[in-house]
């Protein structure tokens, strides 16, 4: 049963992020709808760092064992950062985890293959580091899409895989072709479908949205790592979950999606306010040590 602070969260998102995503004209004032970060969850420790040249922090904490994450922020490509996105990975800290989060380029001053490249640059030089055995790559929304694409090029340059992928409402169809983009177009208390096809846009710069690395959806996913996939019932992307995790089965990844009710979209970001939050990223917790 969704707990009572689900229901508060809702009209919140409405007011604070729905709204303001409806009226921006144009994408750097959209990005505004996003400011509003939420404190991270105590106990967590944050390192600026360099990674393949990409900027970004460090994140770790007291409990931190020998497992690593490079985890990739949401913001529709064009907002956020390492920094909006420190409920998780401090979240991820604290559950053990050591995690490296950049900040890649955004649109649509940097469009794609932008983000693509400094992901991949990235996930090159934490193989440097840490074996792929070891490793882990995770993302939400737009960040959850990315970390697809960079699996994707990864397999393209035969790098080897991580242990697996924890994807939050990713992304993955930059073309829009699903049913819950539409039908969930009220529901989402988050998403303002209008502006989702605005950044697509932005960020492909006359790009195939069918491209797989921007849309991951249509891709090769042969040989990908076993993935766990998070997604809320009521967004507007819970087709791009449901049609990956089908593509992903078809194609022989093992494959774990779980739908939740009553939550909008990356409830994993409210760790301190939702215990849905808390429960999914002990979820992704429990995955990531099994893998």
């Not at 009209?11 to 404190?39: H, I, Y």
């Not at 093992?254 to 939050?277: F, K, R």
């Amino acid at each position: 049963m969704p707990s009572w602070q689900s229901y508060l969260v809702h009209p919140v998102l409405r007011f604070q992020v729905k709204r303001r995503l409806a009226r921006a004209a144009t994408p750097q004032a959209a990005r505004s709808a996003f400011n509003n970060a939420l404190p991270p969850p105590k106990g967590a420790r944050f390192q600026p760092d360099i990674m393949g040249g990409i900027g970004g922090e460090w994140v770790d904490s007291d409990h931190t064992g020998a497992g690593t994450i490079l985890y990739l922020h949401g913001g529709g490509y064009f907002a956020c950062s390492a920094k909006t996105h420190r409920p998780i990975t401090a979240a991820y800290a604290l559950r053990g985890f050591k995690v490296f989060a950049p900040d890649y380029r955004l649109a649509p001053e940097h469009p794609f293959p932008a983000a693509v490249d400094d992901a991949l640059a990235c996930y090159r030089a934490m193989l440097d580091i840490v074996p792929a055995s070891g490793l882990v790559i995770s993302g939400d929304s737009a960040g959850g899409g990315l970390a697809l694409a960079t699996l994707l090029a990864a397999k393209a340059a035969h790098l080897p895989m991580p242990a697996c992928a924890v994807l939050f409402s990713p992304w993955t169809d930059l073309a829009g072709t699903g049913e819950s983009v539409t039908t969930n177009a009220r529901r989402d208390s988050m998403l303002y479908a209008p502006r989702l096809r605005e950044a697509g846009a932005n960020y492909l710069s006359g790009a195939d949205p069918k491209t797989p690395l921007a849309s991951p959806l249509y891709g090769d996913l042969t040989g990908l790592p076993a993935l766990l996939i998070q997604v809320g019932a009521p967004e507007i992307l819970l087709d791009d979950s449901t049609r990956l995790a089908a593509a992903a089965r078809a194609a022989g990844v093992p494959v774990d999606i779980s739908i939740w009710q009553n939550l909008p979209h990356v409830w994993q970001m409210m760790p301190t306010l939702l215990p849905e939050a808390r429960r999914a990223l002990d979820e992704a917790a429990s995955f990531i040590n099994r893998a």
